[in-house]
């Protein structure tokens, strides 16, 4: 039972490039998130995914497009990486169902340097 | 909006001492309230929440009030030890409207507890 799992652990990109962060989860819970982590900010939230289907905007969307590919997966794509998008990312998982708590589990994060 | 302040770091202690990082928030209704910890290199985890006023959350000798009247729910331990060392970040849910499936964080606050 792995939890949250994230891939690439590290990646650098040069401004321009593409790539896509891959996150899934082993917990059947609905809800997943993506946040980023900057030094004296805190975790921003960047998109969520209230449950399979739906995606949402979170607090700072710009730049960044998700897709929940079924319900235990859900990825986010830089498609022209910035200087700006330099950051740790986090995905997050929670289950709002009747019955169940409503503790949010993350990821061991990405860590990503746009040059 | 919604919206969580905590004090801000780095707070460096001795083994032993007490330990109190302040959080207070701006919230309509009556939110969740949760401490998470970030060990260096990994993802943010739970440490302990309250769901209403007057709950007391506790987990590994730490403990947090929910106080509705002064909006604040302040993390306490009364020995701290080196393995405490870590972000700790305050967070709310909240309970009512349709931005419920979304946690606000406060920014962090980084503890050093020295031998």
């Known amino acids: 039972n792995a939890g949250v799992t994230q891939t690439p652990k590290f990646q650098v990109l040069k401004t321009g490039q593409s790539m896509t962060l891959q996150c899934a989860q082993d917990?059947?819970?609905?809800?997943m998130y993506w946040y980023r982590q900057d030094p004296g900010m805190g975790l921003r939230l960047i998109y969520y995914?209230?449950?399979?289907?739906?995606?949402d905007k979170g607090e700072v969307p710009n730049g960044y497009n998700v897709s929940r590919l079924n319900k235990r997966e859900f990825s986010l794509r830089l498609e022209s990486a910035a200087p700006s998008q330099t950051s740790v990312y986090f995905c997050?998982?929670?289950?709002?169902?009747?019955?169940?708590?409503?503790?949010?589990?993350f990821g061991p994060g990405t860590r990503l340097t746009v040059l | 909006g919604n919206s969580v302040t905590q004090m801000e770091g780095p707070v460096t202690l001795s083994e032993e001492a007490f330990l109190t990082i302040n959080c207070t928030y701006t919230a309509t209704g009556y939110p969740s309230l949760f401490w998470y910890v970030q060990y260096p290199g990994e993802g943010l985890q739970l440490l302990l929440k309250?769901?209403?006023?007057?709950d007391k959350g506790s987990n590994k000798g730490f403990e947090a009030t929910y106080r509705k009247e002064t909006t604040s729910f302040h993390l306490e331990k009364g020995s701290v030890q080196v393995s405490d060392s870590a972000v700790y970040f305050c967070a709310l849910r909240p309970n009512s409207g349709g931005s419920n499936y979304k946690l606000t964080f406060g920014k962090g606050t980084l503890l050093t507890v020295n031998p």
């Open positions: 995914s209230a449950s399979e289907g739906t995606t």
């Open positions: 309250a769901t209403k006023a007057d």
């Open positions: 997050a998982i929670m289950n709002l169902d009747r019955g169940t708590t409503d503790t949010q589990y």
């Open positions: 917990m059947n819970h609905n809800s």
